[in-house]
């Protein structure tokens, strides 16, 4: 279990770089800035989805 945590963390890392790079870019005009700033919103999005399912898995786990 505690392999899978770390791969949720790796999620923000590759959040907090893909805004850092999304960023940068909206400054120079770039349309790459729409791709990394979706990017880091799918990151994010897996990080909470991965973090639930997790629970939900321990939680079941539990109950029996």
Same mark, same amino acid.
């Given at each position: 279990?505690?392999?899978?945590?770390?791969f949720?963390? #790796?999620y923000i890392? %590759?959040?907090?770089? +893909?805004i850092?790079d999304?960023?940068?870019k909206?400054?120079?005009?770039? $349309?790459g800035?729409y791709?990394?700033?979706?990017l880091? #919103?799918l990151?994010? %999005?897996?990080?909470? +989805?991965?973090?639930?399912?997790s629970?939900?898995?321990?939680?079941?786990g $539990?109950?029996?």
């Amino acid at each position: 279990m505690k392999f899978s945590n770390i791969f949720q963390y #790796a999620y923000i890392v %590759f959040a907090i770089l +893909f805004i850092y790079d999304g960023i940068s870019k909206w400054g120079d005009g770039t $349309n790459g800035a729409y791709i990394s700033l979706g990017l880091a #919103a799918l990151a994010i %999005f897996i990080y909470f +989805f991965r973090k639930k399912f997790s629970r939900k898995f321990e939680n079941r786990g $539990n109950s029996k």
